[in-house]
T-cell receptor, first 110, second 112 residues
């Protein structure tokens, strides 16, 4: 069974707007990661936040983590058409494994 | 660039035929993973390897086997393909010194 549940499943916004995606998980974690997938391509790692961190930034990305609620959010600020992709959260498991959520499909319209 | 290739990139086969997908890496990473991706399910782990000849099952391993006789190659075999195995298959490696994975380009498999 999957660890992460993502919300919304699909999101459509205009260029310049902010996009927020949420991820909830079930068990305790050491870290939570976000990946991006362009259509027809493999996943690409975006950002990792550890369980003792509450917020992390990388360029236009902001990730928050609330371990008490077992949830995380990914904010993309000032979105661009090139941000159109699917975004997945993933939590760590033993053996270096990752457990992925179902993903949020983001469409940014010019 | 972690240098992962997958072959073939696309394959159409018939029910009951054996299929082998290959994942090749060039940088000696120890951990390798096979996932399948289906609409509404995200990525699900099929099998993984933590070294030559060391493999273990993932969440959806039924109907699949793997082999790793060399560090650089991780093979996924469908002994007798079924239509439910129509999917996109991704190989990934665990980047040493990090907690992240690097993904190959994927193989689109259609079982008729």
């Amino acid at each position: 069974s999957q660890q992460g549940e993502e919300d919304p499943q699909a999101l459509s916004i205009q260029e310049g707007e902010n996009a927020t995606m949420n991820c909830s998980y079930k068990t305790s974690i050491n870290n939570l990661q976000w990946y991006r997938q362009n259509s027809g391509r493999g996943l690409v790692h975006l950002i990792l936040i550890r369980s003792n961190e509450r917020e992390k930034h990388s360029g236009r990305l902001r990730v928050t983590l609330d371990t008490s609620k077992k949830s995380s959010s990914l904010l993309i600020t000032a979105s661009r058409a090139a941000d159109t992709a699917s975004y997945f959260c993933a939590t760590d498991a033993e053996g270096g494994k990752l457990i992925f959520g179902q993903g949020t499909e983001l469409s940014v319209k010019p | 660039d972690a240098g992962i290739t997958q072959s073939p990139r696309h394959k159409v086969t018939e029910t009951g035929t054996p299929v082998t997908l290959r994942c090749h890496q060039t940088e000696n990473h120890r951990y390798m993973y096979w996932y399948r991706q289906d609409p509404g399910h995200g990525l699900r782990l099929i099998h993984y390897s933590y070294g030559v000849k060391d493999t273990d099952k993932g969440e959806v391993s039924d109907g699949y086997s793997v082999s790793r006789s060399k560090t650089e190659d991780f093979l996924l075999t469908l002994e007798s393909a079924t239509s439910s195995q129509t999917s996109v298959y991704f190989c990934a490696i665990h980047l040493q010194g990090t907690d992240t994975q690097y993904f190959g380009p994927g193989t689109r498999l259609t079982v008729l």
